[in-house]
């Protein structure tokens, strides 16, 4: 199996939703650790890339992690059978000083962080609510043939995505004010698509309606 490093995109004013998103909650979950603990699965490090209310983020985590829940807890985070231990060991977090300027900039920090591994899975931290069976079977999509790997649902690109060490200098190198779309139309990247049954990778929290329409958050 390659090895596989995640990066979560945290570093953002959450301007829209009024509320700070890594640390909202969703089934009794915070946003950030929800998908810490979904990515633990398939990931050998996971990367959060912050900014904005950094101090918070980097305070939440250790306190997340200074001792284990419960296992019921564990049930509705919808990982059961992980080892908090474990976790604990992948986590590292990487301050971007230039998050004002926007993703792309906290996109390029955390590749620079990334060294041993062959692909790293960018995943945005307003995407909560993608369940955990998606990244067992989106890992499991791999190929040598595409250094771009994206799920779509019903015809539409979604996210998160799997990206190639191939083209992590193509990304580090290029402009701050330039977007990942933008940059991805060169021929250096070649796509793959995986046509999935998840919704979800086309949803995103950025304002409280987007939460209160889901229904179930806090």
Request: aromatic share 12%; net charge neutral.
């Amino acid at each position: 199996m390659p090895c596989i490093e995640g990066l979560i995109i945290s570093a953002g004013f959450s301007g829209r939703m009024k509320q700070f998103k890594p640390l909202l909650n969703i089934d009794g979950v915070p946003f950030l650790l929800g998908i810490i603990l979904k990515l633990s699965r398939v990931c050998r490090k996971i990367r959060v890339i912050t900014g904005y209310r950094v101090d918070e983020i980097e305070r939440a985590v250790e306190q997340w992690f200074s001792q284990p829940p419960d296992k019921s807890w564990l049930e509705t985070a919808g990982v059961p059978e992980i080892s908090w231990a474990d976790i604990s060991q992948k986590i590292s977090l990487t301050l971007n000083p230039d998050y004002p300027k926007g993703m792309f900039t906290s996109l390029q920090t955390g590749l620079r962080q990334v060294r041993h591994c062959d692909w790293t899975l960018y995943h945005f931290v307003d995407q909560p609510q993608i369940p955990p069976e998606f990244y067992l079977s989106f890992t499991g999509r791999l190929n040598s043939n595409a250094n771009w790997i994206q799920p779509r649902y019903r015809g539409r690109g979604g996210h998160p995505l799997l990206l190639h060490r191939s083209v992590f200098g193509e990304i580090i190198r290029s402009e701050s004010d330039t977007t990942l779309h933008t940059l991805s139309q060169l021929p250096v990247f070649r796509k793959a698509f995986w046509d999935c049954p998840f919704a979800e990778v086309l949803q995103n929290f950025n304002t409280p309606t987007d939460v209160v329409n889901m229904g179930e958050a806090e």
